[in-house]
């Protein structure tokens, strides 16, 4: 938790009895940082931990085609599992904004209570939940990502870049998941782009050391999405390995 005039608060420790079924909210420093290839990877490896994991993408924008949301579609079929797209993913958008910004353009105010209804759907058991962009994106005109993360009590896998930038919005992130007693689990850094970073091989330590968090990571950019998706399995496997012995 934070302490006033900390110059780095540590995070807020996980939960006794967070490991009885494997649980994270996927969010992420900024968007594009690989929140769905992370949610993905988990899945699949809960899914093969024999865990029969549910995925939860609750607000998809940017969707070319609203009765077939791609990121949601890709969590369900990560987590083998066939609920109700409905339920997976009850708010769509077609612009690629903010789902609270994408939705007052229609003249529309998504409902909170579809989004808690379809939680109770999805809850039991182990799930990972995925967010929209970074902890203060709108959902609605009174909710952003981290309301939601805070309401569904779960703890974090925060996905950042691996280069230059990610110490200051890692910081800034952590620091906010701190203010409001939100746990997380760890920090996985993904590169997304092809060029090297010289900032790569101290960003893992230096947040490490001063957050008091475990690091993951950095995945490294692979064009091939078989390879992409085997790297953040690799990346995140002793996250879930150390969930499922708990359970």
Known sequence: M??????????VPLPEGEGKWPRFFVTGTDTGVGKTQASRALLSLLADA??????????????ASL??????????????SEL????????????????????RR??????????????????HGSVVV??????????????????????????????????????????????????????VAAVLLSRGTPSRDPSERDNPALISERHHIQVLGP???LEDPRRRHAAFRKALAPLVAKRARGR
């Open 84 to 103: 109700p797209l409905d339920v997976v993913c009850p708010h769509r958008f077609r612009a690629p904004l903010a789902p609270g910004i994408a939705a």
């Open 67 to 80: 009765s077939a949301p791609a990121d949601a579609l890709s969590l369900r079929e990560a987590a083998r």
């Open 2 to 11: 934070a302490t006033r005039g900390s110059r780095h608060p540590h995070p």
């Open 130 to 183: 995925e967010g929209a962009g970074g902890l203060f994106v709108p959902l609605d005109s009174s909710h952003d990502v981290i309301d939601l993360i805070s309401t569904l009590g779960l703890p974090v896998l925060l996905v950042a870049r691996a280069g230059l930038g990610t110490l200051n919005h890692t910081a800034l992130s952590l620091e906010a998941l701190a203010a409001r007693n939100i746990p």
């Open 50 to 63: 024999g865990l029969s994991p549910q995925g939860f993408k609750p607000y998809e924008s940017g969707c």
């Open 219 to 221: 995945v490294p950019y």
């Open 106 to 123: 229609l003249g529309r105010e998504p409902d909170w209570n579809k989004t808690l209804a379809a939680w109770e759907r999805v809850r």
